[in-house]
Structure formats: C-alpha cells, structure tokens
C-alpha cells in the first residue's frame, strides 16, 4: 500500500512567517507534486519534482519554493506567508499516471 | 482558462439510486481520465480511471463513461450509499506533458446521499 505523509496536519501562522511544509512517500515514486486545494477551484499545481533536486513550476508558483534532496522527501515552503496562502495543502507522489495523496495540511495564515 | 470542468458544484440523490457526475474538458490532447473522492480531513482517493481508447470502464459499482466526440465524461455509481457522501473531483491527463504524469483536476462536486 501506498503512503504518502505530510508533517502536519493543522498548522497556524502570522503573516511574514516563514513556512516549511514536508511530505514523504514510502514508494520510490519519482514524482512528487504540491497542490493547494479550494473550494470551487479543486486542486490547483504549485510545483512538481521528477527527480531529486529536480523541480518544475506549476500554475501557480508565486510565493511558494520546493526542495527535493531526497527522493522519498519534498518539502513546500511559504517564504513569506500571507493570508492568500490560507488553504489545504497536499503533497502527491506517483511513478505513472495515477497520483497518491496525503492526509494534506490546513494552513491558516492570521 | 479551466481544461477541466464539473458544472455541477452539488449533487444530492437518494440511497440506493443512481448518482450521475458529469465533467467536460476543452484539451484534445487529454488521453486518460481519472476520478478521485475526497472525504473531509482527508487528501484524495484513486477511484477509477479510464483511457481515451476505450468508451466505458467498471469496476463494481462505479462506471466511468468517456464521450470523445463530446469531451464529455461521466461517472455512475449504482446503488449509491451514505457512504459515498464526498466531493468527487475529475482528472485529465495528457501525454505529450511530461510524459501524462501531470493532472488536471476540475473544480469538484460534492455528493450527497440521503439514507
């Protein structure tokens, strides 16, 4: 079975904070992807890794960074957070096609 | 410009009926679908998926339909339970974007079943 772990799963920060969200997947998938979910929008790309070290932007980028120095591991991170960036965050792994999620982490931003 | 859309944002249909999910998509390159259910709290779960070669694809009680013609697909779960009360996304993959491991998902519906 697959699984796929994120850090946390509530997570509450001021404007300004920096934030580091982390994901690991048990299944050395080599791709890895952060989407952030809202209501009506579904989910939306904010990143994707196809290799360690290796990142590729997705719709929508801004405010948002990745790293990826292991391949089970890929971490977003909030340079600075804003209330916009308030959301469920959640990471995906997978090797073809079909893509398997985490729990996802609810991000408030005061 | 949304690639993939589900019209219906609610969905609301008694145990034991037939809950129909609809999703349209604008790229012709799409060549396999997917749907995912997502119950509160939780991230997203595969639930079936089907290529762009065929027209229907089952599994139990669930049974994904592609319309090409249309680019149209649905999903029919028959009998539906209290337990399928979650929001159902669809995904649209294609293969000349990396290789079809990107998804696009449409903006999801959110099913109700009454006991």
């Known amino acids: 079975d697959v699984k796929v772990t994120q850090s946390s799963r509530y997570l509450v920060k001021r404007t300004g904070e920096k934030v580091f969200l982390e994901c690991v997947q048990d299944?050395?998938?080599?791709?890895m992807f952060w989407y952030r979910q809202d209501p009506g929008l579904g989910l939306r790309l904010i990143y994707f890794s196809y290799d360690v070290k290796m990142k590729e932007k997705g719709d929508i980028p801004e405010g948002y960074s990745v790293s990826r120095e292991k391949k089970e591991r890929f971490s977003l991170i909030l340079e600075s957070a804003s209330t916009n960036q308030t959301s469920m965050y959640l990471c995906a792994s997978s090797s073809s096609r079909e893509q398997y999620f985490g729990p996802g982490t609810r991000l408030t931003v005061t | 410009d949304q690639q993939v859309k589900q019209n219906s944002p609610s969905l609301s249909v008694q145990e034991g009926r037939i809950s129909i999910l609809n999703c349209d998509y604008t790229n012709s390159m799409f060549d396999y679908f997917l749907w995912y259910k997502k119950y509160p709290a939780e991230g997203p779960t595969f639930l079936i998926s089907i290529s762009s070669i065929k027209d229907k694809n089952e599994d139990g009680r669930f049974t994904v339909f592609l319309n090409k013609s249309a680019k149209h697909l649905s999903l029919h779960i028959v009998p539906s339970q209290p337990g399928d009360s979650a929001v159902y996304f669809c995904a649209a993959s294609a293969l000349t974007n990396n290789a079809g491991n990107m998804l696009t998902f449409g903006g999801g519906t959110r099913l109700m079943v009454k006991p």
């Open positions: 299944m050395d998938h080599e791709n």
